[in-house]
């Protein structure tokens, strides 16, 4: 079972699938996949760069703080430098 895959058939484009395999769903028992929202985004990240997600000064998730997230870690800057020193900082998941 564990070599077994998921596939997951997007709505906006018919031809495209997204494969998973068992074994994550099974390490992320929690995890929840819906199928009656209009695009779908999955995100497997840690807790932890989602709390510096939080203090950081970014207000988007998706176009500002995941793209320099990445960025980051493809060249191995700290991501800890993302977090913001000021201490009202909102997060807009989007």
Aim: glycine share 2%.
């Amino acid at each position: 079972m564990i070599n077994q895959l998921i596939s997951i058939r997007l709505k906006d484009e018919s031809d495209k699938y997204l494969l998973l395999k068992q074994n994550i769903l099974a390490t992320y028992p929690r995890t929840i996949t819906r199928q009656d929202l209009v695009d779908t985004h999955l995100y497997l990240i840690k807790k932890s760069c989602l709390d510096i997600a939080i203090h950081s000064n970014y207000s988007l998730f998706r176009k500002q703080f995941l793209p320099e997230m990445i960025q980051r870690m493809a060249t191995g800057q700290l991501l800890e430098d993302l977090i913001s020193t000021s201490a009202n900082v909102t997060m807009v998941m989007r």
